[in-house]
């Protein structure tokens, strides 16, 4: 079949047209028809982000950088970021800058949020995570490690310096007691040495003692063990004993608590005193009665002879 | 002696000239649609085998020689691709498919028209009261202005895609790494310098070779030196037309 010229130069410029605008989207890195959103990511430093880097949450990539621009009233880092529709970034999620510019692999990662958070709405701010990366931290450190360091060394130089003089001023309390230092070392030494002959007899005696005992401990092995379980045992018993004890000092104490209250026949004796009252009275009518009998026994002794012999 | 030294000035200006009469007579393209599209087909459509091929080519030499002198642990692989890709969006695609054009449809134009000339046919046409330069050369420098930039696409997805192909195949990087690289550095001006560039180069090819066959003089000997005159200084000027338009828009 015989195309007409119209025909071919119209799809081949139609097609040419489709194939530049698929490419471009393709390289751009935006799917094709339009499925993706854009959301924002406020930084400090860019870090040498510029537009088509990659997004990348968890390391997989999940978009790209749109547009990178100084907010010049804030001073922060405005990133409009395109991101496919596909994976769900969960509210709470926090981006940050990370990689090195010099080796083209600058990205802004995004550190997901609770898995169980809605997805995040289009068109929203992620808050930044600042110096995500250990190296940035460092480089932001290094001014005030640098200036502690330096503060640490020079502190080092001077008390050196001071060391230095003290020890090299003669009349220094520091040398002085150096000198008594090396004075007591010297006489330590001397002592050492007169008395090495009497150290080691001691240690020889001290040895010989120490081995007598392991002997004897070794022979009387068998006494020791019983002598020890005995005295277990007897320990034993004593405890059984001091229990016991415990118990009739609590039955004592009962005892004395109700002899106090006056409760029972033997509280009653005590503090009941009419029973000594009578006891008294008793006791002296008994003593007028004997008085009566000592002045006058015969009254008594009348009535009291069974026997009339006489 | 000033002769010579004014002739490129007097070329210049009757170039200048024929092409402002060949524009002029625009309004008259509905007389010449149907030539219009004969020339699209023959210069455009009838060329992209041609084109596709030297491009192919490009792309996987490219990537292969990309890949050979990157060939250092410190630098990741997909910036073999972030150097391919728009090395034949910028400069491969649009210069090479350029060059081929010139040989291929700027020799053919001359040699049409110069034909034409040396066996008078022009003048019969102009006997006949048509326009000759709207008839003949408006058509086919219009096909040329509309039909490169088709070219231009062809040869950007047959060379890139080749170029991926080739890092694959050849165990260089993989698609990933160069799609990875590619897209790292894409950016619109590429492709869009890419565009200006095939329609001045359409517009060069064309145009030089209607102008070098319009006025072509002296039996077939003429025809022969406008035909090599024509492409010759297509390629001389897609070479000045590059440089122009790489300075003026990056």
């Known amino acids: 079949m015989q195309y007409s010229n119209e025909l071919k130069v119209g799809a081949a410029i139609i097609l040419a047209a489709l194939a530049a605008f698929a490419g471009i989207r393709f390289f751009q890195n935006v799917p094709l028809f339009g499925s993706s959103y854009a959301l924002y990511a406020e930084f400090d430093d860019a870090n040498g982000l510029v537009s088509g880097n990659p997004v990348r949450m968890k390391g997989v990539k999940v978009g790209s950088v749109e547009r990178v621009r100084l907010d010049p009233k804030t001073q922060t880092v405005r990133v409009q970021l395109k991101l496919e529709r596909g994976p769900t970034i969960p509210e709470g999620s926090r981006a940050s800058v990370s990689g090195i510019s010099a080796l083209g692999g600058v990205h802004v990662s995004i550190a997901p949020g609770p898995r169980d958070n809605p997805p995040i709405s289009p068109g929203s701010t992620l808050p930044s995570l600042e110096s995500s990366s250990s190296l940035g931290r460092l480089t932001d450190q290094a001014p005030a490690l640098a200036s502690k360091a330096d503060s640490v060394l020079r502190n080092t130089s001077a008390t050196m310096a001071t060391l230095n003089r003290l020890i090299s001023r003669p009349d220094s309390d520091l040398r002085q007691t150096l000198t008594a230092l090396r004075g007591m070392t010297n006489d330590l030494e001397e002592v050492t040495e007169a008395e090495k002959a009497t150290i080691r007899r001691l240690l020889q005696n001290l040895e010989a003692v120490s081995g007598d005992l392991r002997a004897f401990t070794g022979e009387n092995g068998d006494s020791l063990d019983v002598a020890v379980r005995r005295l277990n045992q007897s320990l034993g018993r004593l405890n059984r004993g001091l229990s016991s004890f415990e118990k009739t000092s609590a039955t004592l104490d009962t005892i004395t608590t109700k002899l106090n209250n006056g409760t029972g026949t033997a509280g009653r004796l005590l503090n009941d005193p009419s029973l000594y009252m009578k006891l008294d009275s008793a006791a002296t009518r008994t003593n007028t009665l004997l008085e009566d009998f000592r002045q006058d026994p015969g009254r008594y002794l009348e009535d009291l002879t069974l026997v009339k012999v006489f | ?250």
């Open chain 2, 1 to 250: 002696m000033l002769d010579s030294l004014l002739a490129p000035f007097r070329a210049l200006g009757q170039y200048a000239i024929l092409i402002g009469r060949a524009f002029a007579s625009v309004n008259e393209i509905r007389m010449y649609w149907k030539n219009l599209f004969i020339q699209m087909v023959r210069i455009g459509i009838d060329s992209v085998p041609i084109v596709a091929l030297a491009a192919a080519f490009s792309g996987a030499v490219l990537t292969v020689q990309t890949a050979y002198q990157l060939e250092t642990p410190f630098i990741p692989k997909t910036i073999i691709g972030s150097i391919v890709a728009p090395s034949i969006m910028l400069e491969l695609g649009v210069v090479v498919a350029g060059f081929i054009l010139a040989g291929r449809v700027g020799a053919r134009i001359a040699a049409e028209l110069g034909t034409m000339r040396v066996s008078e046919q022009i003048d019969a046409l102009e006997v006949m009261g048509l326009n000759s330069v709207g008839f003949l050369i408006l058509p086919r420098v219009l096909a040329g202005i509309v039909m490169f930039p088709v070219l231009y696409v062809v040869s950007c997805v047959v060379g890139i895609g080749t170029g991926i192909f080739t890092g694959h195949i050849g165990g260089f990087l993989s698609v990933s790494e160069f799609l990875e690289g590619a897209r790292q550095f894409f950016q619109l001006l590429d492709p869009f310098i890419g565009f200006i560039k095939s329609v001045a180069f359409g517009f060069i090819v064309t145009s030089i070779a209607c102008y070098k066959g319009y006025y072509t003089g002296g039996g077939a000997v003429g025809v022969g030196d406008s035909t090599t005159q024509a492409a010759v200084l297509s390629c001389v000027f897609i070479l000045v037309a590059d440089l122009l338009v790489a300075m003026l828009l990056l």
